[in-house]
């Protein structure tokens, strides 16, 4: 099954949001998915055609602002990129797009993306669960040292949008350490650390703590071998949710959205139909 290319346009925003769709374009109930950091739409390619089912359901996937097709300008920039402002993007077209039922689906990053808009008062009464495949969490992973990665982020953002020697080192530590594509454009990369660094766990944990209380079902899958994000971590954070469903997979790394996909795209669709 192939996507469906659109755009929409926020309110007095020139800079289009690129999505891409599966299934037919209305449905009862959608799959909103959020992609890593670096990512694209792309990163749902095997899992969304599994998830679309009939008329019923079907599956949008965004690329979030400094990501693939969608600009920086979005935002208003490279410089205004962070988790905050690429949330309060999504929430801004969710609460305008056409959709009955949201299940939002957020991949890494995209798990921190999921906590934020889902805790968006204007999207709660068509909000129906969150699935979360290897998120981050609720404290940042073992590997990370977020004050000198915040003070290296400044220093970026102060260097400008321009490739320089910061970008580069950045875009290494993707490639180098962490295996992601060398094709993945070197502002993608920039964003994706704009996008870690700016988490802010204390505001993470009010809102899932609040997803809790307000009861939203979660579903939450982790690899056991995924080396980007420790599987403890979902773990963690399905436990504050409540979650009454979590997978943990022996393999499958980190994109489990494509080397689970088959066991996801089951999983997922009887734990949404049981939310019915």
């Known amino acids: 099954m192939e996507p469906t290319h659109e755009t929409w346009t926020l309110p007095g925003n020139p800079h289009p949001l690129h999505y891409s769709r599966w299934g037919p374009p ?10 890593g950091a670096p990512g694209t739409y792309q990163d749902f390619a095997y899992l969304a055609p599994l998830l679309v089912s009939g008329n019923d359901v079907n599956a949008i996937a965004f690329d979030l602002p400094g990501n693939g097709r969608t600009s920086a300008e979005i935002v208003g920039g490279m410089y205004y990129i962070d988790a905050a402002s690429i949330a309060s993007t999504i929430v801004t077209a969710l609460a305008q797009l056409p959709l009955s039922r949201m299940i939002l689906v957020g991949h890494s990053m995209g798990g921190h ?35 000198i990665e915040y003070c290296f982020s400044l220093v970026m953002r102060l260097a400008g949008d321009a490739t320089d020697y910061f970008t580069k080192w ?8 962490f295996k992601f594509s060398d094709d993945i454009p070197t502002d993608d990369f920039s964003v994706a650390f704009y996008r870690m660094v700016t988490a802010d766990y204390a505001q993470l944990r009010v809102q899932a703590e609040d997803l809790a209380q307000r009861k939203v079902p979660a579903f939450v899958a982790v690899a056991k071998d995924d080396r980007v994000i420790e599987c403890d971590i979902g773990a963690d954070l399905a436990a504050v949710l409540g979650a009454k469903t979590v997978k943990t997979y022996e393999r499958g790394g980190h994109n489990i959205p494509k080397t ?17």
């Not at 209305?26 to 992609?35: E, G, K, P, Q, S």
């Open 26 to 35: 209305t449905a009862a109930t959608t799959y909103v998915l959020l992609h």
């Open 170 to 177: 950045n875009r290494s530590i993707y490639v180098d350490k």
């Open 260 to 276: 689970q996909a088959t066991d996801l795209g089951a999983e997922i669709s009887a734990w949404a139909k049981s939310l019915l």
């Open 113 to 147: 993306a999921t906590l934020q808009v889902a805790s968006a008062p204007a999207l709660a009464s068509r909000l129906a669960g969150i699935a979360l495949l290897n998120p981050t969490g609720l404290q940042a992973p073992r590997r990370a040292r977020p004050r």
